[in-house]
């Protein structure tokens, strides 16, 4: 078991910066961030194995940057140029296999959830 807490939501008007932080008991092999808006499917944001290879949505590349620190296991997401569709709640999650690093392969710990707020 790998219990996640994800911190680091908040509120701010578009164009502004959040940094997410998710504290892992110990890194695995691959960790990711998802979003679920009201309404809608939870859904991936970016994901990053262990060599520090990182794959992103199309709509937040340019603008968000996945990251760890292997030494403190903690995963970031820094969030810039925010836009009010950013809104969501916001999950760290990580996967147990040693195959495999996308949205669509299943995770199997998930942190509680950070909202994200972005107003206009």
């Not at 509120?11 to 998802?34: D, I, K, N």
């Not at 809608?40 to 760890?68: C, H, L, M, P, Q």
Request: hydrophobic share 35%; proline share 3%; aromatic share 12%.
């Amino acid at each position: 078991h790998v219990p996640l807490v994800d911190s680091g939501g908040g509120s701010v008007q578009a164009g502004g910066s959040l940094r997410l932080s998710c504290a892992a008991s110990r890194y695995t092999y691959c960790m990711g961030w998802f979003r679920q808006a009201p309404g809608t499917a939870r859904g991936g944001v970016a994901v990053i194995e262990w060599d520090g290879t990182t794959n992103y949505a199309d709509s937040v590349k340019g603008r968000f940057t996945i990251s760890k620190d292997n030494a403190k296991n903690t995963l970031y997401l820094q969030m810039n140029s925010l836009k009010p569709e950013d809104t969501a709640l916001y999950y760290c999650a990580a996967r147990l296999s040693l195959f495999g690093c996308s949205f669509t392969d299943p995770f199997a710990i998930w942190g509680q959830g950070t909202q994200v707020t972005v107003s206009s």
